[in-house]
């Protein structure tokens, strides 16, 4: 190989290692936090309103904390759409609005799920 042709391959080089690490990164976020969601769901369903909520308020509480990273590395309106579901959710848990509540959940899985999708490194979402 050139040496000439060193620089633009250890380029291409970083930035294919920090798209997979943004990948792992991501979907491991996202999975935890609709790990967290499903638990508040269960406690909903158990009529466990204060611990759902409670739950609901600590995943909230985790997500914001990545909201800077997320802003940089994601779609603005994707991280926005989730964090309005998160703030209709804690909405619905504090009204005790069951089934609200559960199809607000899901829907912020769903978008958590499309978060995780749209940063996962494949042909895809590279073409």
């Not at 976020?29 to 969601?37: G, I, K, N, V």
Request: glycine share 2%; net charge negative; charged share 25%.
């Amino acid at each position: 190989m050139k040496k000439d042709m060193l620089p633009p391959v250890g380029v291409l080089a970083v930035i294919l290692a920090f798209a997979l690490w943004n990948s792992a990164v991501i979907t491991g976020h996202t999975q935890r936090w609709r790990d967290q969601l499903q638990q508040a769901e269960a406690l909903a369903l158990d009529e466990n309103w204060q611990a759902a909520g409670d739950a609901l308020a600590k995943s909230y509480e985790d997500w914001s904390e990545r909201q800077v990273f997320l802003h940089i590395v994601s779609e603005h309106e994707a991280v926005d759409d989730a964090e309005a579901m998160y703030r209709r959710a804690m909405a619905f848990a504090a009204e005790q609005e069951s089934s609200e509540f559960r199809a607000e959940l899901a829907d912020l899985q769903d978008q958590l799920r499309l978060l995780a999708e749209m940063e996962r490194f494949s042909l895809k979402n590279v073409l």
